[in-house]
């Protein structure tokens, strides 16, 4: 039931009880707005000993008072009211957590069963918030499958495709063994990953997030290229074969798929500074003269410069109402060094904190840092003239 921002019977009940046996109105007020939303005025409790309304008994109390002291102040959620959002939550931090044990061996099978639980209870939240009935007359709820065939789905198709491999290698464990590790089907359950924590904050808000709930994974030791390589050739035997086939078909593959079906990230080692660095791996032993790989990872273009040249300018122009042309920003890019000139014999020599260089069609793009920094330069008379003085 959805609440609203005037207090239910059972809360007056409750605040009435509770106020008769010496309670003070704002202790009251804080334990009912306990991950209530909205939560509910001060005012509401004017008078609350003086109410026609029946107290609420010992028990029924004590039973409010505990459920409210298992509210995950972080998140709001209660596991008496958001049963579905804790327990699909929970399922979905479990699948990483024992995914990244390093002792298991078992991860493809757990992560697949754990990740088909974690979303059947969040399709089945929003179902329920839309007035979708959830059982049939057999008291079965509506089964993932089902869920992703609905017409009215709210999940993109990349996300419903990667979805149906998940199933389908949880289908394939439960009956089969691997004979492998099932190290080909990690980008799926990396993909999966992104895309829960996409849905479940998009859907209920971004107190739902897990970004900052799990942490990084630690190892005891490093692998060559040469070695990973050796292990992926050895991981896809026939067995493994066979379900990629078998996902392929179920999902109807069109080689159109994107991150939210599958996510791989491709490392290249490249000289960089730390500060220019996303992120670095590297031995910083006092004193050591061993030569260091500095591995970078490729962050999406898209995602961390996503802004063409015209799109700066009028970024600029309607943050300020300040005149911005295009000769301006080239101005400006070159009194900042932020890119090589047109004519440069390295291209890519960007400053990454403001710009990238896409060597398939040959142009750059900006970041919103880059945007945030023309706005504040223009902003400054003495610093707009600097720009403007820079000769083309």
Excluded at 90 to 112: C, D, H, I, R, W
Excluded at 384 to 390: C, D, G, P, T
Aim: glycine fraction near 6%; charged fraction near 25%.
């Amino acid at each position: 039931m959805a609440l609203t921002p005037s207090l239910t019977i059972a809360e007056q009940r409750i605040a009435k009880a509770l106020a008769i046996d010496g309670e003070r109105n704002q202790d009251i007020h804080i334990l009912i707005n306990i991950g209530r939303t909205p939560s509910v005025n001060f005012g509401r409790l004017s008078g609350v000993k003086d109410w026609s309304i029946q107290p609420a008994t010992a028990d029924e109390t004590g039973a409010f008072k505990f459920e409210k002291s298992l509210v995950d102040l972080k998140t709001g959620l209660s596991p008496f009211q958001d049963e579905r959002l804790v327990r699909s939550r929970e399922a979905m931090m479990l699948a990483v957590q024992v995914f990244n044990l390093p002792g298991l061996l078992f991860k493809t099978e757990l992560f697949s069963m754990l990740a088909n639980v974690a979303w059947t209870y969040l399709l089945h939240e929003f179902y329920d918030r839309k007035g979708v009935k959830l059982e049939d007359k057999t008291g079965n709820t509506l089964l993932l499958s089902q869920m992703l065939k609905r017409s009215d789905c709210p999940l993109a198709k990349d996300i419903k495709k990667n979805l149906l491999a998940i199933k389908t290698i949880r289908d394939d464990v439960e009956h089969k063994i691997l004979a492998s590790l099932g190290r080909s089907f990690y980008p799926l359950f990396q993909a999966n990953c992104l895309n829960f924590e996409e849905v479940i904050c998009a859907f209920f808000g971004s107190r739902m997030s897990l970004g900052s709930t799990l942490s990084y994974a630690l190892q005891f030791s490093k692998m060559s290229p040469d070695q990973i390589a050796q292990l992926q050739k050895y991981d896809l035997n026939p067995e493994i074969n066979a379900i990629n086939e078998h996902i392929k078909e179920v999902s109807e593959q069109d080689g159109t798929e994107g991150m939210q079906f599958q996510f791989k990230v491709a490392y290249s080692f490249e000289k960089v500074s730390k500060g220019d660095a996303n992120i670095v791996f590297t031995n910083n032993n006092p004193g050591s003269d061993k030569k260091h790989e500095v591995v970078v990872q490729k962050v999406a273009a898209d995602e961390q410069w996503p802004y063409k040249p015209m799109t700066v300018v009028k970024a600029v122009k309607m943050a300020t109402g300040l005149a911005f042309s295009s000769h301006n920003h080239v101005q400006a890019w070159r009194k900042y060094g932020v890119r090589p000139k047109a004519d440069s014999t390295d291209p890519s020599g960007c400053n990454k904190k403001f710009c990238t260089y896409h060597p398939a069609h040959g142009d750059y793009t900006y970041s919103q840092d880059w945007i945030d920094k023309l706005i504040a330069a223009i902003q400054d008379a003495n610093e707009y003239a600097a720009i403007k003085a820079v000769k083309l």
